[in-house]
């Protein structure tokens, strides 16, 4: 199987590298290696030179939607698989995708489980981030379950769902892996072979207050085209509700406003 990788990254050069090590340490060597670099300021561009074998596109700053998609684009192979650049692989992270869609032919998708460090060391990844097999759609309409630096996709899952929606600045994975989900089965490969490092004040999800804002967004795109009604709005009845305790709390009266009619729209109009 020739697997493209696609690594969007932005001012984090040192980290990078560590990303790229874990790639190349692959038990199963990825066929292309692609770096777009989202407009970083820092020494990113020097990656080249550790890395001489590897695609490196720079684009001006458009965020990590933008950044993925244009990794897309460039790839060679059918089979792609992400990694964002503060994450890592176990050695036999593709190694394990590859003899999962060797037994299971028609899979288009499979993740991996995750290992969480902060400050250099484990943490206990919480209950409601349980990975699940098959028809996930159900479990990954509350949160994201699925990290991209653990997934193996098919291109042409992309022709028929559309990429990453360049509109979110974040919470773009879980609105790309619902329109995924809600089509097909995914297979997981049990084995904690994505590392993920949090704590760092450059991660996006430490960025914004109430991600949920962001996640209503993906929910109503799929009540939009009458995808899972019943599942969606329900979901939708239960962030609203949230948000309008977060907007009360922080005093944001605009947010309060919004939330509340649409709560109202939701709950009235059924």
């Known amino acids: 199987?020739?697997?493209?990788?696609?690594?969007?990254?932005?001012?984090?050069?040192?980290?990078?590298?560590?990303?790229?090590?874990?790639?190349f340490a692959q038990t199963h060597s990825p066929s292309e290696v692609i770096v777009i670099d989202d407009g970083s300021r820092d020494e990113t561009a020097k990656i080249l030179q550790d890395f001489p074998?590897?695609?490196?596109?720079?684009?001006?700053?458009?965020?990590?939607?933008?950044?993925?998609n244009l990794g897309i684009s460039l790839c060679s192979h059918e089979w792609i698989a992400f990694l964002d650049s503060d994450d890592a692989w176990h050695e036999e992270k593709l190694a394990l995708h590859v003899s999962?869609?060797?037994?299971?032919?028609?899979?288009?998708f499979s993740y991996t489980d995750e290992l969480w460090i902060?400050?250099?060391?484990?943490?206990k990844i919480p209950k409601k981030f349980q990975k699940h097999s098959g028809e996930v759609f159900s479990q990954c309409l509350s949160h994201c379950i699925i990290a991209p630096s653990s997934v193996l996709i098919h291109k042409n899952l992309f022709e028929e769902i559309g990429v990453f929606d360049e509109n979110l600045e974040v919470c773009e994975d879980y609105d790309l892996w619902l329109r995924l989900t809600c089509k097909h089965k995914v297979g997981l490969v049990e084995q904690k072979m994505t590392i993920k490092y949090g704590g760092h004040e450059d991660q996006l999800s430490m960025k914004y207050w109430g991600m949920d804002r962001f996640r209503v967004i993906a929910l109503e795109k799929l009540l939009a085209h009458h995808i899972r009604e019943d599942e969606v709005r329900e979901m939708l009845v239960q962030k609203y509700t949230i948000l309008l305790q977060g907007a009360k709390k922080h005093q944001k009266l605009e947010d309060e406003k919004l939330y509340k009619e649409r709560l109202n729209s939701l709950t009235t109009a059924y």
Do not use: C, F
Request: proline share 2%; charged share 25%; glycine share 4%.
């Open 1 to 23: 199987m020739k697997i493209s990788v696609v690594i969007p990254t932005y001012n984090r050069y040192e980290v990078l590298k560590r990303a790229l090590t874990s790639v």
């Open 53 to 68: 074998s590897i695609i490196y596109r720079y684009q001006n700053n458009s965020g990590v939607s933008s950044a993925r």
């Open 118 to 123: 902060r400050d250099g060391k484990e943490v």
């Open 100 to 108: 999962l869609h060797a037994a299971e032919k028609e899979l288009l």
